[in-house]
């Protein structure tokens, strides 16, 4: 099983930014993707961005896009979320997640998952 741990998280103002990290075990992050998801309070977990093994395909949520670049660097076994311009509503618990497959967004195919960094934006 994929241990993977986030970090980064943290209380930062509307319009600023955060990076988030993955730190995944090396025995089963290779080959794996890679995805981010985050689920506020009250609300469902919701997809944000994921990256294959070789970072040649990227996706992300409509909410996050032109703000948020996801990235990896596979000699560290990290993965990255870069957050910029960050608003409000972007307050949540970020997890991240790993599967050996590319899944895309749907996160009930994601087979191992991190315990969450929490993120919050205030206004």
């Known amino acids: 099983q994929v241990q993977l741990v986030e970090s980064g998280g943290g209380l930062v103002q509307a319009g600023g930014s955060l990076r988030l990290s993955c730190a995944a075990s090396?025995?089963?992050?290779?080959?794996?993707?890679i995805a981010w998801f985050r689920q506020a309070p009250g609300k469902e977990r919701e997809f944000v961005a994921v990256?294959?093994?070789?970072?040649?395909?990227?996706d992300y949520a409509d909410s996050v896009k032109g703000r948020f670049t996801i990235s990896r660097d596979n000699a560290k076994n990290t993965a990255f979320l870069q957050m910029n311009s960050l608003k409000p509503e972007d307050t949540a618990v970020y997890y991240c997640?790993?599967?050996?497959?590319?899944?895309?967004?749907?996160?009930?195919?994601?087979?191992?998952w991190g315990h969450g960094t929490q993120v919050t934006v205030s206004s």
């Open positions: 990256i294959s093994w070789s970072g040649s395909r990227t």
């Open positions: 090396a025995r089963t992050y290779t080959g794996c993707t």
């Open positions: 997640a790993s599967h050996p497959f590319y899944s895309g967004s749907d996160g009930s195919k994601y087979s191992s």
